[in-house]
């Protein structure tokens, strides 16, 4: 099972150094930035507090597949002639154990995952005004805004069945894979 991954977000931290014995063309006599400057900074570092991208958040509810079954491991992995401890490190346990009708075991690998991926956007514009004395006013006059999204379900199944003989190795083995 993966383990969820946490992911800390935070606005860019902006470091402020006092000098007194220079003057500022960007600071007023207070050591504070005036509004102008400080509606510009937060212009410039807005865009940067969005802190994952369309990938990130893929990768973080993507399914761990290290420990998947597909096709290409049964082909590259089953042999005839393999000890059901081969098998079981191969594939790991089966999930279903029965016999057929000369009493051999039969092993039954059914493997089905479905996955929900859904990936939307917005954007959202709203006017800033600056009102006498540099004051800050938003909202004011409406804005605009737009969202966008997709989403996409799958479904994929894998049956493995495998057939053993007399001496607990692989007599024969068949698997059948789908998608939709």
Known sequence: ???PRLLACGA???TTIAMKSIPSPVR???GVFPPPVRVGLIAL???LAGCMSASD???AVAADTADRVTVGTVQREIRKGMSGAGVV???GSPNIVTTDEAGH???VYDKVASEVVHSASALQLVPILLGSGGSLAGGAGGGLSHSAGATTRSTRSLTIVIKFDEQKRVRDFAYHATQF
């Open 28 to 30: 007023n006599n207070t």
């Open 105 to 107: 075991e039969v092993w």
């Open 12 to 14: 860019p931290k902006i």
């Open 89 to 91: 490190a191969a594939l």
């Open 57 to 59: 958040h893929r990768n």
């Open 1 to 3: 099972m993966k383990t």
């Open 45 to 47: 570092l807005l865009p």
